[in-house]
Nanobody, 124 residues
């Protein structure tokens, strides 16, 4: 069982930066792949980024590639999403999630544990 709590969301102007954190409690955080997803207003939740359990691989959606960076600190049981050059279309509720898969996976159904989400609003 893994419990996830996101933080770091807020209101930022276009072009600005935010760093989201996701703190995990429970056992064996280092054995879980971690992902970030987001749900824009009025839209379906979508994949943003993922990092494997051993930090060996990362993957990004085309919409955030080159602007966002995912990382994890297994000693702190925390995964991060550094978001730079933010755009109004990045406005969404951001969720972190954990998967037992050892491979890179972008499918929401592969993630069995989810946080409650944190709001990111980018003003133009």
């Amino acid at each position: 069982q893994v419990q996830l709590v996101e933080s770091g969301g807020g209101l930022v102007q276009a072009g600005g930066s935010l760093r989201l954190s996701c703190a995990a409690s429970g056992r064996a955080f280092s054995s879980y792949g971690m992902g970030w997803f987001r749900q824009p207003p009025g839209k379906e939740r979508e994949f943003v980024s993922t990092i494997t359990y051993n930090r060996g691989s990362t993957y990004y959606s085309n919409s955030v590639k080159g602007r966002f960076t995912i990382s994890r600190d297994n000693a702190k049981n925390t995964v991060y999403l550094q978001m730079n050059s933010l755009k109004p279309e990045d406005t969404a509720v951001y969720y972190c999630a954990a998967t037992r898969s050892t491979a890179v996976t972008t499918s929401q159904s592969s993630y069995g544990y989810w946080g409650q989400g944190t709001q990111v609003t980018v003003s133009s």
